[in-house]
């Protein structure tokens, strides 16, 4: 870990080894936030950090009375959820199903069950969140409508880097594992209140350059409480959105261990769930301030948290060191290293199809003219930057991918 001192007018904490390690857009984004007058005693750059909009992705911003919409992101409560079980996973592959392995089989049911990519349920599904929600207040038309919307999105993966992965850990059992979050809700959200910001912060006066893209809502003020009602809204609905997509994954997996491996008991290990793209008012170093992770998760002392890698690479379940430095957080995943419109020029799909088929990965995506977006070359190594945070984090468990479906 290095510290960049003399760049801003807070320190930035960077846990990689060299300032080359980070892209210069990157680099500026973290000073940018390093700039704001709200931001609280330092700026914390991850080892999987990457250009994002406004805030750098693997970043995490402490901020005093304010909270920036475009510093939890666009996919406000995007996470994963993991389910660890006593099961060997070479069933997945030695058990034949019809003309294939089960693990085919069961990927094939899976794309049946689950909406991907922009598809969304044909009916609403029950939601106690929605249910629940009684928006503040402060009114927002553009955002009341979304929630009829939201019915429909509850239960469906999307697009981009979200998936479902079948895993096995080195003693060679099963893991499950489901990354997505609050569909176009999310999306709608942040836009809504970045706009709100963005002429906030012009009647206000606000020194801070508008093309930085970090318009900040005063937590005291009706914008701010109505945003952070919002986007807590939008929390529990990412995490009900992957609690049902995981429950259909587990009985879609059961159903064809009982029926087809004879398996007649599941015992489940670990059940996991975390958020990386949020907003939450924790105290640290003495003071309650908003701490922003984007692309990040929170790593208390001995918290489990997952950090997943590119598909047909390794994620790790780790377990939290509290470390106050970065406030208390750590990396969300690997991290890209190139676009995604760059990896489509570098890389054919047959590239990737063949990569996953030399590992043994199945792969379930629709339309695969675009998979080499996620092939695991567009990523950094998960190896490295977990070798980067062992001061933040303890792994405790490696998976590989056994099976991805992809949106």
Same mark, same amino acid.
């Given at each position: 870990?290095?510290?960049?001192?003399?760049?801003?007018?807070?320190?930035?904490?960077?846990?990689?080894?060299?300032?080359?390690?980070?892209?210069?857009?990157?680099?500026?984004?973290?000073?940018?936030?390093?700039?704001?007058?709200?931001?609280?005693?330092?700026?914390?750059?991850?080892?999987?950090?990457?250009?994002?909009?406004?805030?750098?992705?693997?970043?995490?911003?402490?901020?005093?009375?304010?909270?920036?919409?475009?510093?939890?992101?666009?996919?406000?409560?995007?996470?994963?959820?993991?389910?660890?079980?006593?099961?060997?996973?070479?069933?997945?592959?030695?058990?034949?199903?019809?003309?294939?392995?089960?693990?085919?089989?069961?990927?094939?049911?899976?794309?049946?069950?689950?909406?991907?990519?922009?598809?969304?349920?044909?009916?609403?599904?029950?939601?106690?969140?929605?249910?629940?929600?009684?928006?503040?207040?402060?009114?927002?038309?553009?955002?009341?409508?979304?929630?009829?919307?939201?019915?429909?999105?509850?239960?469906?993966?999307?697009?981009?880097?979200?998936?479902?992965?079948?895993?096995?850990?080195?003693?060679?059992?099963?893991?499950?594992?489901?990354?997505?979050?609050?569909?176009?809700?999310?999306?709608?959200?942040?836009?809504?209140?970045?706009?709100?910001?963005?002429?906030?912060?012009?009647?206000?006066?606000?020194?801070?350059?508008?093309?930085?893209?970090?318009?900040?809502?005063?937590?005291?003020?009706?914008?701010?409480?109505?945003?952070?009602?919002?986007?807590?809204?939008?929390?529990?609905?990412?995490?009900?959105?992957?609690?049902?997509?995981?429950?259909?994954?587990?009985?879609?997996?059961?159903?064809?261990?009982?029926?087809?491996?004879?398996?007649?008991?599941?015992?489940?290990?670990?059940?996991?769930?975390?958020?990386?793209?949020?907003?939450?008012?924790?105290?640290?170093?003495?003071?309650?301030?908003?701490?922003?992770?984007?692309?990040?998760?929170?790593?208390?002392?001995?918290?489990?948290?997952?950090?997943?890698?590119?598909?047909?690479?390794?994620?790790?379940?780790?377990?939290?060191?509290?470390?106050?430095?970065?406030?208390?957080?750590?990396?969300?995943?690997?991290? $890209?290293?190139? %676009?995604?419109?760059?990896?489509?020029?570098?890389?054919?799909?047959? *590239?990737?199809? #063949?990569? &996953? @088929?030399? !590992?043994?990965?199945?792969?379930?995506? $629709?339309?695969? %003219?675009?998979?080499?977006?996620?092939?695991?070359?567009?990523?950094? *190594?998960?190896? #490295?930057? &977990? @070798?980067? !945070?062992?001061?933040?984090?303890?792994?405790?468990?490696?998976?590989?991918?056994?099976?991805?479906?992809?949106?």
């Amino acid at each position: 870990m290095f510290v960049l001192k003399a760049v801003a007018n807070k320190p930035i904490r960077v846990w990689l080894e060299d300032p080359a390690q980070v892209e210069p857009t990157c680099m500026q984004q973290a000073i940018n936030l390093a700039n704001l007058p709200c931001a609280f005693r330092h700026v914390v750059l991850l080892p999987d950090c990457h250009a994002g909009y406004g805030m750098p992705i693997g970043g995490v911003l402490a901020a005093e009375d304010a909270i920036i919409p475009n510093a939890v992101g666009n996919d406000i409560g995007c996470g994963v959820s993991f389910v660890h079980i006593d099961l060997p996973a070479d069933l997945l592959n030695e058990v034949k199903v019809n003309n294939g392995t089960l693990a085919e089989k069961i990927v094939g049911d899976i794309m049946r069950s689950i909406p991907t990519g922009f598809d969304h349920q044909k009916t609403p599904q029950p939601s106690k969140v929605l249910d629940g929600f009684k928006p503040p207040a402060y009114p927002m038309p553009e955002l009341e409508k979304e929630i009829e919307r939201a019915y429909y999105q509850l239960g469906t993966l999307g697009s981009g880097n979200h998936f479902i992965e079948l895993q096995v850990d080195d003693e060679g059992r099963l893991g499950l594992m489901v990354h997505s979050g609050s569909r176009n809700l999310g999306l709608q959200i942040c836009r809504a209140f970045d706009k709100r910001a963005q002429t906030l912060n012009a009647q206000l006066k606000s020194p801070i350059p508008r093309e930085w893209q970090l318009a900040y809502l005063p937590t005291d003020t009706p914008e701010g409480k109505a945003y952070i009602a919002w986007m807590n809204m939008a929390l529990g609905f990412a995490k009900e959105n992957r609690a049902l997509m995981m429950q259909r994954l587990k009985e879609i997996v059961f159903e064809n261990l009982f029926r087809y491996a004879a398996v007649d008991d599941v015992r489940i290990i670990l059940e996991i769930d975390a958020h990386h793209n949020y907003a939450v008012l924790e105290n640290h170093f003495g003071r309650d301030v908003w701490v922003h992770r984007k692309g990040a998760i929170r790593a208390g002392k001995d918290e489990y948290g997952i950090i997943p890698g590119a598909m047909g690479s390794f994620s790790y379940i780790v377990k939290g060191k509290g470390n106050p430095e970065s406030f208390c957080s750590c990396s969300h995943g690997a991290g $890209r290293v190139m %676009s995604r419109n760059e990896a489509l020029k570098q890389f054919s799909v047959q *590239d990737v199809i #063949e990569d &996953l @088929k030399s !590992q043994n990965v199945v792969l379930g995506k $629709r339309k695969r %003219s675009d998979v080499a977006e996620e092939s695991r070359w567009a990523y950094k *190594d998960i190896n #490295e930057v &977990l @070798k980067y !945070q062992l001061d933040l984090v303890e792994p405790v468990l490696r998976l590989r991918t056994v099976a991805v479906v992809k949106g």
